[in-house]
């Protein structure tokens, strides 16, 4: 089919962690590759862990289990693994890309800020004299909240642009059991945390206006499941794993979720998802994103509102 181009301008952007974020997916593969090793098996497939990617922690650990055929109960497996993470996790980094794709998406609240006249900044637009909009940004992640803290230990300001009330993280109780990605209750509730946060008289943003960062297969078809606009960054492992099934990927259509709703997944090739090796020299203007220049850090005003959210942040690890 003809793709399609005539897309609004996005107006939020919802990230995955695991290595899309942060380079976890390699921590993984090597805790779960020493508790194999110890019991021996051999090491994990990436036809395997593509499989376990993106999944909340019980289907995920379902599927592993299956395979592995551990000689130990789930639980004290869970144990072992917890200790091995904790142990991990801390030494993760950005991927490629994210600081500075973070960054430009967080000094788009620039265009929020009203200058002396009243007005909104975004109203005069950048140097094209176009209107701009700020680009809200939320995290929607399979990680329980104690991951979340052990991963981000180190990485406290980068994760401050994420508000503490529009994460969502993989124990969250308002998800239902067993609706976790591929299924699309967890994009439309991080797009649900935005709109309820907007600015009174804010147009509340549709799902066309989101655009998904996706790194595994199971959350780009939640992605598209929720009739979001997708862009797929995989591991290059996953990516070699699913060659020549790229277009199903980014069409949602490789049965991950089973026969259900159907209805909600895309079409090969409808303009709706697209692969990027990285997040390195990210193409804004595709997706009709402005990104003020760098010197608007420098307002008071941004400083403030930078301060407010690392304040959060800290409040957050504390609790």
Known sequence: MAPRTDFPPIRACLFDMDGLLLDTEDLYTL????ILEKYGRTSLPWSIKARLQGRPGPEANALFHDWAKLPVSESDYLAELTALQRQHFPTTK???GVEKLLGDLGR?????VKGQSGARNGLKGNNDGKPAQRVHIALATSSTSANFAVKTTNWTELFSVFESHRRVLGDDKRIQPGRGKPLPDIYLLALKTINDSLEEGEKPITPEECLVFEDSVPGVEAGRRAGMRVVWCPHPMLKKEYAGREKEILAGRMGEAGEVDTHQLGEIDDGWADY???LTNFPYEKYGIVVPPAEVELDTSMKENTNELVTQESKSAAA
């Open 31 to 34: 805790c779960i590759n020493l």
């Open 108 to 112: 788009t609240r620039w265009w929020d």
């Open 94 to 96: 950005p991927l490629p």
């Open 276 to 278: 990027l090796p990285d």
